[in-house]
């Protein structure tokens, strides 16, 4: 059995994994941002004809995933697995849309660090040659966030300026194997360890989740012995503007220094006129921006190879009114371009 | 690339995939229960010394790993990738428990299907060559799922003679590609689909988990061209009672007559007279009940072949205000013991 792993966690895909398709859906907000011309499709508003957020962002993850299909005239019939993830308890959205799927299903769940986790594991079914064809979608909606994680969104709770906005969102991928035209290649994922550096406050996840993303980005360069300038783009998912400051600096300390081309999805997503004080977060975020400006980006030949790694926070309301501090993690995934 | 499906869904590891360790550990009320002798160890009360039922969850899911591992003789950097989930939201038990690893980190969701998810995906891992060796773990507490899922514990509401007793318990389970000893082996996977016939009753969990747990059970054996005989036994996760005596009429619709060699985890676990009504439910419950009497039974060599479909539904409290149906999913699991 041919062994696939580098180093200590990163594994290295020995047959290409294509990414054949991809969809977003985002909310107005998102819309209304900088990338805003890169999604599928704009909610008008955030319920967008349902009776609760909830099944909005149902609607929204189920609909990116037939976009995603639609745009290679495949049927569901065609995916081997489905996986999915989403911040509502019990990962509601997810289940509910495998419900109307009649696809194998995984849930998963790495609060807004799934996206690359499902990426990695689809990836990995395929290179392991348990499946053909797989796809990975997430998302995530505000509204729903809110009232579920911090406070009844009636209450109109004034948010610290160390806060990030939960983004409204989702994106759908299908990953195959061994597609005739490879644009879009997965060749190496990172999944990571939770680390706790003791940061108990929930209202600034950026800061808490730094080091997770800082440890993976340090693992992945220490296990391949590549360094930043291998990349066009190295980009965290939801730091925002104080966690990716932070991660800069936690790298930096070990020698790698990303200053010249890192960013995060959470910064780039809204226009700082937006008032969403630290930048955005949650699943969707870095799903919607995968899908909506990097990998477009990539197939103009703009961005040749990208390092996405996603951050997620896996506290919980209930663990955060127990005195708990937040672990955090953070996975990894290299996408390769046009070359 | 081989391809290591087959049919639909059924995947055939072509590495032997051992179960070299494992260790559970339940409530006082499970060792109480027929099974009680086999646990590895059993909590003098629901809190054991901690503050909260959440945190005495955590603690259980930590320590049955510790004790498969130390019964091998293995450290925690021996393993490559922890997989685990549990009920709480955000599946807090599971975070929590790899905070303090320092291992790579697969969290996954699969509600009371948690723990074959774990196994399916722990296996494709180390079949697939990305890992040697890996842990999985799985988790439920009763009160702290009781008062998160359904009423506050001290409203002492009654329930109804349909409702499923949410096992205190969990089950850790270390396993390993090409071990020489192979007493215990997985050799197939099925991931189920997601199957919603309806049923809104949340206190009657069984009846709508059944047809899951028959459609993934039908698949296999339509998949594999196998039939019940070449079982010693077929069991189910947590369907108790009355879902259990469903599924068996289900499957024998479709010809395939289970009624000699069937049985059901969340039926084994209680005794009749200790008050649980339909059964035994909860992530906690196939875990602990696989690792305290099945595997043990294995090893004595009573059991040679086992089909263990564990059994999930995909429901949340906040589904179920809003008026869902409830989706569910089964995942199998096929382990061969000594021939």
């Not at 969104?153 to 983004?167: I, K, N, S």
């Not at 060749?187 to 440890?215: E, F, R």
């Not at 932070?246 to 809204?270: A, P, T, W």
Request: proline fraction near 3%; hydrophobic fraction near 40%.
């Amino acid at each position: 059995m041919q062994n696939k792993k580098i180093g200590k966690q990163t594994i290295n895909f020995l047959n290409p994994i294509s990414v054949v398709s991809f969809a977003s859906i985002v909310g107005p907000k998102e819309g209304q941002g900088p990338l805003g011309t890169g999604f599928d499709y704009i909610l008008e508003n955030n319920l967008d004809g349902e009776k609760s957020w909830e099944k909005t962002e149902q609607k929204m993850l189920e609909h990116s995933l037939e976009i995603a299909l639609a745009k290679k005239n495949l049927l569901l019939q065609d995916l081997d697995y489905f996986l999915a993830g989403d911040l509502l308890n019990q990962i509601m959205s997810s289940n509910f849309t495998a419900r109307s799927l009649g696809v194998p299903y995984i849930g998963i769940y790495g609060a807004c660090s799934t996206l690359v986790e499902g990426l990695v594991l689809g990836s990995i079914l395929i290179d392991g040659g348990f499946a053909n064809r797989v796809g990975v979608a997430c998302s995530s909606h505000h509204d729903a966030a809110e009232r579920q994680l911090r406070f009844p969104t009636e209450l109109g709770v004034q948010r610290t300026m160390t806060a990030q906005w939960t983004v409204t969102g989702s994106g759908a991928y299908i990953l195959e194997a061994n597609s005739e035209k490879n644009d879009l290649i997965i060749t190496q994922g990172i999944l990571g360890k939770v680390i706790d550096m003791g940061q108990a406050n929930a209202t600034d996840m950026g800061s808490a989740m730094a080091p997770a993303a800082a440890d993976t980005i340090i693992r992945y360069f220490q296990d391949t012995g590549k360094n930043p300038k291998d990349f066009d783009l190295i980009i965290t998912g939801d730091l925002g503007n104080i966690g990716r400051v932070l991660c800069e600096e936690l790298v930096l300390q070990k020698g790698f220094d990303i200053s010249f081309n890192y960013s995060d999805c959470g910064v780039l997503i809204y226009d700082p006129g937006q008032d969403v004080h630290a930048g955005g977060s949650g699943c969707g975020c870095s799903a919607s921006v995968l899908a909506g400006y990097l990998l477009p980006q990539m197939l103009k030949g703009n961005l040749k190879n990208i390092f996405l790694v996603a951050t997620g926070a896996l506290l919980s309301p209930t663990s955060t009114q127990q005195g708990e501090t937040i672990p955090c993690i953070a996975h990894g995934v290299v996408i390769q371009g046009k070359s």
